[in-house]
């Protein structure tokens, strides 16, 4: 049964903002080969994805193992959360919705720091809500083969960016 109650999107949402802050900066503090792969090297779109991918992830983790998810549940949790992480990646363009309609960025780094974090929130909680919805479905063996095909190939995609940027605008800041 599945806790309808805001508290359990709240705590995550703290959760994943927090790691999504450490993973942020791990990398400028302890610039490392091993904290490359999950931490955000630049300030590019993909790092971001990356960051939120693995800040998603390692939640989730953690979140299954203190929630001790039953058996018959387990499917359910890890196809809601395979696709939440699709879900918080794409949502993470949506920081440049005021940037897209105004035509610049934000005037001073605190505004764009502030916005950069309501912004991460609000789309952190829309995804919970999702992913709370989405965990009552149980998709097809099929489905969930190719949600963790993508998912593995998403994140094979974020850590190479990491080392050897390929080609595109998308990848560099």
Known sequence: MVDRSL?????????????FIALHFAYDFFPSPFLAVFSGTS????????????????VSLVEY???RVQPEQRLQFLDSRLLSVWIVCLATFLWYIVPAITGTGMPTTGLEVLYANVVFLLVGFGTLLIERDLSDVKLSKASRTAMIIFYILLGVILVISSFRVPWGGFWEM
């Open 43 to 58: 300030e590019a779109v993909a790092q971001h994805i990356k960051m939120s991918y693995f800040a998603y992830t390692f």
């Open 7 to 19: 508290k359990p999107i709240l705590q995550k949402l703290l959760a994943f903002w927090l790691a």
């Open 65 to 67: 193992l203190v929630r």
